[in-house]
């Protein structure tokens, strides 16, 4: 993936996302960003990213909420915490990342068609109804909204893994699920 270099005019920031974002508990260090790059340096997928690391701290900090929430980097991270350990001024990369995805699914604006944001949302549905994830349907929901055709170049891989006992076909669901929807709507009422 080509990373992304292109002229920030003012007019296209949103004056105080930056802010929100450093607000929340654990992103505050943001401020303290010395733009060293390390993070994109020892960040394994940045190579894959449209904006490395090191720019995404730096778009959030100074407002770019378009560019962040819209960008395929968000989701590129696999949470591997390799940013954070290395930043020499202890920024929570990660946990950034974490909370710009919840904003992109929030305002809808994550990239359409790309596989991650839309396996997030599925399997978000399927854990706060039931309590689990049903793998046939979690699978076949997101190919069927990002890349229909995909499904069936893929059979055979799937066929394998039920053979071996890796993927299930059956439905799973929890017992007493109200207790689990009191849990999520109470953790909804702190947040
Ligand atoms: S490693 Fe830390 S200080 Fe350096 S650019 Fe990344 S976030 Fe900023
Ligand atoms: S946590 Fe994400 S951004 Fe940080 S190094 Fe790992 S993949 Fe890259």
């Known amino acids: 993936m080509n990373i992304t270099r292109t002229i920030k005019y003012e007019a296209d920031r949103v004056k105080g996302f930056g802010d929100e974002v450093m607000k929340?508990?654990?992103?505050?260090?943001?401020?303290?960003?010395?733009?060293?790059?390390?993070?994109?340096?020892?960040?394994?997928?940045?190579?894959?990213?449209?904006?490395?690391?090191?720019?995404?701290?730096?778009?959030?900090?100074?407002?770019f909420k378009k560019e962040v929430l819209s960008s395929k980097t968000i989701w590129l991270c696999a949470s591997c915490y390799a940013c954070t350990c290395e930043c020499p001024r202890e920024i929570r990369i990660t946990d950034i990342m974490y909370e710009l995805k919840q904003r992109a699914i929030h305002e809808g604006v994550y990239p359409r068609k790309f596989p991650i944001p839309v396996l997030a949302q599925e399997f978000e549905?399927?854990?706060?109804?039931?309590?689990?994830?049903?793998?046939?349907?979690?699978?076949?929901?997101?190919?069927?909204?990002?890349?229909?055709?995909?499904?069936?170049?893929?059979?055979?891989?799937g066929l394998d893994l039920m053979k071996t006992g890796r993927f299930s076909l059956a439905s799973e669901k929890i017992n007493n699920r109200e207790q689990l929807a009191k849990m999520f709507a109470a953790a909804e009422e702190k947040a």
């Open 24 to 63: 929340v508990p654990g992103c505050e260090k943001l401020k303290d960003c010395i733009q060293c790059g390390t993070c994109s340096g020892v960040c394994p997928l940045s190579v894959y990213m449209d904006y490395t690391p090191r720019q995404v701290m730096e778009l959030t900090r100074f407002d």
């Open 125 to 157: 549905k399927m854990v706060t109804a039931n309590g689990r994830i049903s793998e046939m349907p979690l699978v076949m929901k997101l190919f069927m909204k990002t890349d229909p055709l995909g499904a069936m170049g893929n059979w055979q891989m």
